[in-house]
């Protein structure tokens, strides 16, 4: 198993410009989630699913948008990118909700916002 | 909303001390959860705690579930080189759709030889 993989490893984007960051998993994980992780401010949730067609909001979920098509894909989109959200984003998977003390965490993506 | 005061929030300390870190919160968890971060990488788990009063062990690291729920803490003995990151604790409520993980913002340990 490849775990939980991200792409891409890091990125540099102009302030206005959008991407899309990927996040899939071959685990067969139902929940999968975004996190945040900012300097000091350990991680912050952005979005989750708890399965293939439904999202839900987290703790700062403002600038990003998800969806969930496929159990192993979960991208996070940044429709018009700010300095704000220069950040180190980390996509995370478990077996179901009740198994979050078992979430498997990807390497990250290393995004900056000019 | 619900936040986590994780202390210190860095430690230098000389191989082979002993180290000990801890979370506090003004709420209640149903499990409490310690993650380290190497740089470059994810967090990864290393121990989970399910009941109040819980001392769990793994390897060299113990983790202690705080009677109050309110608290935890980690003890890490004769620290080695490898041991160098960024240590995340993190409080966990199963409810509603989402459950609720919280971290804290994390010790970050050097250790020189």
């Known amino acids: 198993n490849a775990g939980v993989t991200q792409t891409p490893k890091f990125q540099v984007l102009k302030t206005g410009q959008s991407m899309t960051l990927q996040c899939a998993q071959d685990?067969?994980?139902?929940?999968m989630s975004w996190y945040r992780q900012d300097p000091g401010m350990g991680l912050r949730l952005i979005h989750y699913s708890v399965g293939a067609g439904i999202t839900d909001q987290g703790e700062v979920p403002n600038g990003y948008n998800v969806s969930r098509s496929t159990t192993e894909d979960f991208p996070l989109r940044l429709l018009s990118a700010a300095p704000s959200q220069t950040s180190v984003y980390f996509c995370?998977?478990?077996?179901?909700?009740?198994?979050?003390?078992?979430?498997?965490f990807g390497p990250g993506t290393r995004l900056t916002v000019l | 909303g619900q936040q986590l005061n994780q202390s210190p929030q860095s430690m230098f300390i000389q191989e082979g001390e002993d180290v000990s870190m801890n979370c506090t919160s003004s709420s209640i968890f149903n499990t409490w959860l310690w993650y380290k971060q190497e740089p470059g990488e994810g967090p990864v788990l290393l121990i989970a705690?399910?009941?109040?009063?819980e001392l769990t062990s793994n390897g060299r690291l113990t983790a202690q579930f705080g009677i109050t729920r309110k608290d935890s803490f980690l003890n890490i003995s004769a620290s080695i080189p490898s041991d160098v990151g960024i240590y995340f604790c993190a409080g966990l409520n199963y409810g509603g759709s989402q459950g609720n993980l919280i971290f804290g913002k994390g010790t970050k340990l050097s250790v020189k030889p």
């Open positions: 685990m067969n994980h139902e929940y």
């Open positions: 705690l399910y009941k109040a009063g």
């Open positions: 995370a998977s478990s077996y179901r909700l009740t198994g979050l003390n078992e979430q498997f």
